[in-house]
């Protein structure tokens, strides 16, 4: 009979880290050659040190057989980068109007500094990725957001423009799989491309939910800079029904920003993904605690709920 062995203090740690693996196996196996849509934003993009996990979580999504696709926003730099040029801005409805100077502005810093500065993190973390935007490969068909509102004054329907900012009318997915099938990671900035051609700045959660739709991607994974949804008590809802979202929405439980957030990703698992899960996106590695264990840190919002 074979005598036990008795671990030293690193063995033991070393154990445990291969129990942790052996138990992500089954998640594995079950998201084997799945397209998910990972929405890159908030804390993530300001902060180096969560950058570089998200970075390489991405790369372990693709290391075990599933296949990621990056979209990210970019507001906050955008911002800075007009204040830096001295770029007027003009607003309508609480929206930044984006006139031909600002989109100029958009694209350089959206499909140029930020999707490259992505593109480098991943690659660091030892993958291979390829940035591009919408306008590459026609990938994202924009129109123009037009807003309708009724005039309290005079009781007309009146229509607010807010310049070339756009909203997801068709995705043309050959770019996205021709690079997934090269065995590289799209990182996509969603400036969109007009019928005509004209450049359009594109919000990324919608860019992220079409594009999602389009792949019929698993699901749709939204990093956030909240915990998730909070019922009134402040605590997190970990799963959402989407029949359950007009009810929140009247009775205050889901409220501001969050509600076109919400919205959206119930339009999202209509079209037929599995699940958008809004992440908190200031927990180290919370697209891998989303996908590779029982628990996720968020709210998953689907068709069942579950």
């Known amino acids: ?22 138990k992500a196996l089954p998640y594995m196996r079950r998201h084997n050659d799945a ?23 991405i790369v372990l999504m693709k290391q075990v057989g599933m296949n990621p696709i990056v979209v990210h926003g970019g507001g906050p730099q955008i911002n800075k980068m007009l204040d830096k040029l001295a770029v007027k801005a003009e ?19 959206l499909a140029g500094s930020i999707n490259k500065a992505i593109v480098a993190s991943i690659q660091q973390a030892g993958g291979r990725a390829v940035g591009i935007s919408g306008k590459d490969g026609n990938l994202l068909i924009a129109e123009r957001y037009v807003k309708e509102k009724t005039d309290p004054a ?19 997915t050959e770019i996205l799989h021709t690079i997934m099938k090269s065995d590289a990671i799209p990182v996509v900035a969603p400036v969109g491309v007009g019928w005509e051609g004209d450049s359009y700045n594109v919000n990324a959660d919608p860019a992220a939910g079409a594009i999602a739709s389009a792949t019929g991607a698993k699901r749709l994974l939204l990093l956030t800079d909240v915990a998730g949804v909070l019922d009134k008590d402040k605590q997190l809802i970990s799963e959402l029904k989407i029949g359950d979202v007009p009810k929140l929405i009247a009775e205050g439980t889901i409220t501001g920003g969050m509600i076109p957030k919400i919205e959206s990703a119930a339009a999202v698992v209509e079209s037929g993904v599995e699940g958008v899960i809004i992440l908190d996106g200031r927990v180290p590695h919370s697209v891998l605690l989303e996908l590779l264990t029982p628990h996720g840190v968020g709210t998953r919002i689907s068709r069942s709920g579950v």
């Open 1 to 22: 009979m074979a005598e036990p062995v008795h671990a030293d203090k690193e063995q033991k740690r070393l154990i445990r880290m291969a129990e942790t693996i052996s």
């Open 154 to 172: 005079t009781g007309k329907t009146v229509k607010i423009d807010f310049g070339q900012v756009g909203e997801p009318a068709r995705v043309n």
């Open 91 to 109: 607003f309508r409805e609480g929206l930044r109007v984006t006139d031909p100077e600002t989109m100029e502005v958009v694209e350089m810093v």
């Open 35 to 57: 397209t998910f849509v990972v929405k890159y934003g908030g804390h993530a993009m300001t902060d180096p040190k969560l950058g570089d996990l998200v970075a390489r979580d």
